[in-house]
């Protein structure tokens, strides 16, 4: 970046945060809270935004049923980035200094909060961040942002090693995109290859977008390899897991918990027979499962129900979390309060994944991971016995 081009951006971000009330307590009245979210609400990534958005708006509605937090109820702005980072910095900036909201419930996907964190940090304005866990968000930590999952790099180590063990001896590949997303599926993967002592026969990066993988596929036979790591985000791997079927060739395949929607597992179909991810949100099918699904049919429209998916799992426990926060900090509420206490919740039981907590050292909610196998009869996964 020139000088030139640093010093206008500085410019704006100081313009920006100019405008925020300095006693940091925007977005609360006496009778209400603002939030805001940003987040792809349009386009192929839309499978993700709304469904959080719905968990989001699950856990308000919930809220202020009983009443909402200290006398106050949530009310929340949507902005839709359609995936592009220029779009996402544009609507931070909108949500901070025209709507004014009191903490972001979500700031999009990797790269979308990576361009948007130099003004959230520089606000300081308390921010979750479920949909993404990349490690800028939390290495070192920031003291308004807070991440909410399981580190992409830890996560697919995690999965690659417990597929290692269950399928021991095998030749190894992995096709990965072109962006800081695959970057961390392949640091995950070559560190489980690493300790586990796995024999890599195909090393493959593919374009951001690309939707024929017929070649990919095809060196991944030729190489003889028998396990895969399929690091796209939904369509790519539907591709790669459908082509492994088509050349006869359909071989363990693992996914990162992003691609664990049942849209996906449809998608697949017989092709998802060998399909393994690993998660921290709990299955449709669980008792707690169940038991989210009956509380959403209470706020949601039967369409928005066909919407639902992990992320609006996701979405409502983070939120819960953030309302754990601001309860505590009773009536005078500020930015800095539910920062500092943010800092301090510990083994939450949202009910919808397993139990997460921050501290001060540590903004990266870490739930207990699960393996978890595609069942295609049945549409969705189901724990890997």
Not at 4 to 20: D, E, K, M, P
Not at 93 to 115: M, P
Not at 247 to 257: A, C, D, L, S
Not at 331 to 340: S, V
Request: proline share 5%; aromatic share 8%.
């Amino acid at each position: 970046m020139s000088k030139q081009i640093f010093i206008r951006s500085a410019i704006v971000l100081a313009a920006a945060c100019a405008a925020l009330p300095a006693a940091a307590q925007q977005g609360v009245t006496d009778t209400e809270i603002v939030l805001g979210d940003i987040l792809p609400l349009t386009g192929p990534p839309a499978l993700l935004g709304v469904a959080h958005n719905l968990g989001v708006k699950t856990a308000i509605a919930e809220i202020n049923a009983a009443g909402g937090i200290n006398g106050r109820k949530f009310r929340l702005v949507s902005e839709d980035d359609g995936y592009v980072p220029t779009r996402t910095v544009q609507g931070v900036r909108k949500l901070l200094t025209s709507d004014k909201v009191f903490a972001f419930t979500s700031i999009s996907g990797t790269a979308q909060a990576e361009a948007a964190m130099p003004l959230i940090k520089q606000a300081g304005i308390p921010a979750m961040a479920p949909i993404t866990t990349y490690e800028g968000l939390y290495k070192p930590v920031i003291k308004n942002v807070f991440a909410v999952g399981y580190d992409m790099r830890s996560a697919v180590e995690e999965l690659v090693t417990m597929m290692a063990d269950r399928y021991p001896g095998k030749k190894w590949a992995i096709i990965s995109q072109d962006d800081d997303y695959g970057e961390n599926v392949r640091a995950g993967f070559e560190a489980a290859a690493k300790a586990k002592k796995l024999q890599i026969v195909s090393s493959q990066i593919f374009k951001k977008g690309q939707s024929d993988f017929s070649s990919e596929i095809l060196k991944v036979k030729q190489a003889g390899a028998e396990a895969l790591m399929a690091g796209g985000v939904l369509g790519e791997n539907v591709a790669m897991t459908k082509e492994l079927e088509r050349i006869g060739h359909k071989i363990p395949t693992g996914v990162t918990y992003v691609s664990r929607v049942p849209a996906s597992a449809k998608l697949m179909g017989s092709a998802g027979e060998s399909v393994y991810t690993i998660d921290y949100v709990h299955l449709e099918s669980s008792p707690q499962g169940k038991a989210f699904t009956e509380k959403l049919t209470k706020y949601l429209t039967p369409e928005e129900m066909g919407r639902v998916n992990r992320y609006t799992y996701t979405g409502y426990g983070s939120t819960r979390a953030l309302f754990d926060a601001i309860a505590r900090c009773g009536k005078a509420l500020t930015w800095d309060c539910t920062n500092a206490e943010l800092a301090k919740v510990r083994n939450l039981d949202t009910g919808v994944m397993t139990p997460i907590g921050f501290s001060a050292t540590n903004h990266l909610a870490a739930p207990k991971l699960m393996l978890l196998k595609a069942d295609p009869a049945a549409v969705t996964y189901k724990p890997a016995l």
